[in-house]
């Protein structure tokens, strides 16, 4: 059983990728490499300076995540460590797929040298997790009543009466939720640790800070795509929640694949060359270069506590 566990996300990521890029290429053969190239260099110098902005707000959010979710739990740690934690976290989970597994390593090594109990590290976890849903939910819903025709983009055959119905719905959850807190609900405990109904004060935090890391992300599309045929931030933001959310069920490495595929599908009135320019971009900014990053951090943090723990045994 556990084997079968073990294997089992990297061989839905692996399927996912295969069937995304199965109907890229069908999606995509008229396309040349010329086209792309040609679409790339295109993109200004103006544009690419705001993408890199949005990948700089959007990094600082999700370092809020764990910030957020640290004074949640009662602990002060420095926010450079917070930051760097949280950056590291995300580059990788983001890049590896299954990024609640993936984050949950790298949180464990580096808030239990801080003095966080397994348990604690477990509910900071779901706390960022629950986070980046609950901005995802209210940027969903805020899109479906702005523009409830974006729902045609991915279903045509979906009435766009349907959009309004399910934002309303998910607000009201939302509005539950923040219920919940206000009337302080009681704690839910467990034989291995206690789930805290989180604060209102802590809760108010979480409707600002959840939808920044989102808006940013998706602003580094907006800005890259070309301006003739950009449909318009709210748009571009709908269809990078949709893509991002289906990149990441799919467990799929990077989300490779499945964002490009939902991106062309959602805008037909876009050249497919300057689409894949875009997401190019973000792969670039939100992905690769990060990663690389987190790899140097990581191995820039296991060398210091190797030689801690030699100097500890002594010579």
């Not at 061989?11 to 790339?40: D, K, P, T």
């Amino acid at each position: 059983m556990r084997r079968v566990q073990k294997y089992f996300w990297p061989v839905v990521g692996l399927a996912a990728i295969l069937l995304s890029v199965n109907a890229l290429y069908h999606e995509l053969r008229g396309l040349s490499l010329e086209e792309f190239i040609a679409s790339f260099q295109a993109i200004t110098m103006r544009s690419w300076l705001l993408a890199i902005g949005s990948t700089l707000i959007a990094y600082a959010a999700l370092a809020a995540y764990d910030r957020l979710a640290l004074d949640h739990l009662g602990h002060r740690i420095s926010l450079w460590f917070i930051t760097v934690c949280s950056f590291t976290t995300y580059a990788l989970s983001h890049n590896l797929g299954a990024s609640v597994f993936s984050g949950a390593v790298v949180r464990y090594r580096a808030y239990r040298s801080k003095g966080l109990t397994p348990g604690e590290v477990g509910v900071l976890v779901a706390f960022c997790s629950f986070t980046f849903a609950l901005g995802t939910l209210m940027l969903s819903a805020i899109v479906l009543l702005m523009r409830p025709n974006i729902i045609e983009r991915f279903a045509e055959f979906l009435p766009v009466e349907m959009s309004l119905t399910t934002g309303i719905l998910i607000l009201a959850l939302i509005g539950l939720y923040v219920l919940g807190s206000l009337i302080g609900l009681r704690p839910l405990r467990t034989r291995w640790f206690q789930l805290q109904y989180p604060r209102p004060s802590i809760v108010a935090r979480q409707l600002i800070i959840a939808p920044v890391e989102l808006l940013g992300a998706a602003g580094i599309i907006y800005f890259a795509l070309p301006e003739a045929a950009n449909p318009g931030y709210v748009v571009v933001l709908g269809i990078f929640l949709a893509s991002f959310s289906a990149a990441l069920l799919s467990h799929a490495p990077g989300g490779l694949g499945v964002l490009e595929l939902v991106f062309i599908a959602a805008l037909p009135e876009v050249d497919p060359a300057d689409v894949l320019a875009a997401l190019a971009i973000f792969r670039l900014l939100y992905l690769l270069i990060p990663f690389v990053m987190a790899l140097v951090v990581i191995f820039v943090f296991e060398h210091s506590r190797f030689l801690e723990r030699r100097n500890e045994i002594g010579p």
